[in-house]
């Protein structure tokens, strides 16, 4: 069951957290990324299905550079909120508290990243600038703006064919610029298609693919 930890970022900032391990021995490692609405209940719960996997996680409160537990409601009121949380925040200290969480678990062997909507914008991003071992991404919505950046890993993303925020074309110019990306396209997915509690995006079936992929790919990338 993720517990709420504190962990302490490079210049002393204490970010706030879930945390979630397996049982048995960790085969890894992997920091999640928080989408715009903040550190949802929804990030608890990705992290207690990524330890059943044997994979130790950590979801990070990003809004805590802002004040300490900012968590928005869903729907275009929390969208608009989020995005003024997110520009509040230099792009150092975003990096630099995802980097305090891939310490944190780098004992246990390679770390991932991953991260939803605008925490995979960021995930891209910290792929091509910190020594993350893969990246497992859920419908990130500037990568196609970050084209400058290329991760450094295997990586694993996804979207829906029907993603308004990141369309069909724009998912193109991503892969066209990184043939070596792994892009899963679901069929009559949009965008926040993975979240149970964004009842109006939920796709189950899309869900349980992307998840199965998403395990597979991860175990293979570390080895296990």
């Known amino acids: 069951m993720a517990q709420r930890i504190k962990i302490k970022a490079a210049d002393g900032h204490k970010i706030g957290a879930w945390r979630a391990d397996p049982d048995g021995t960790a085969i890894g490692g992997i920091v999640v990324l928080h989408a715009v609405f903040g550190l949802t209940d929804h990030m608890g719960d990705v992290c207690d299905a990524w330890a059943a996997e044997g994979i130790s996680a950590i979801a990070p409160s990003l809004y805590d550079r802002v004040a300490p537990g900012i968590v928005h409601p869903y729907g275009r009121e929390g969208v608009e909120a989020?995005?003024?949380?997110?520009?509040?925040?230099?792009?150092?200290?975003?990096l630099s508290d995802i980097e305090a969480c891939r310490a944190d678990l780098s004992a246990l062997g390679p770390v991932a990243i991953s991260g939803f909507c605008t925490g995979g914008?960021?995930?891209?991003?910290?792929s091509a600038r910190l020594p993350f071992d893969a990246?497992?991404?859920?419908?990130?919505?500037?990568?196609a703006q970050r084209l400058d950046q290329s991760p450094t890993c295997?990586?694993?993303?996804?979207?829906?064919?029907?993603?308004?925020i990141v369309p069909v074309p724009d998912i193109g110019k991503i892969q066209d610029a990184n043939p070596d990306v792994l892009i899963h396209i679901h069929p009559g997915a949009g965008h926040a298609f993975f979240n149970p509690g964004?009842?109006?995006a939920h796709h189950p079936g899309a869900s349980e693919t992307a998840w199965r992929q998403s395990v597979d790919f991860l175990k293979r990338t570390f080895g296990a």
């Open 198 to 200: 964004q009842t109006d």
């Open 121 to 126: 914008s960021w995930a891209w991003t910290a």
């Open 82 to 94: 989020g995005r003024k949380n997110y520009a509040a925040i230099s792009a150092d200290e975003i």
């Open 135 to 143: 990246q497992v991404n859920f419908y990130g919505s500037h990568v």
């Open 154 to 164: 295997p990586t694993l993303m996804h979207y829906g064919d029907g993603d308004a």
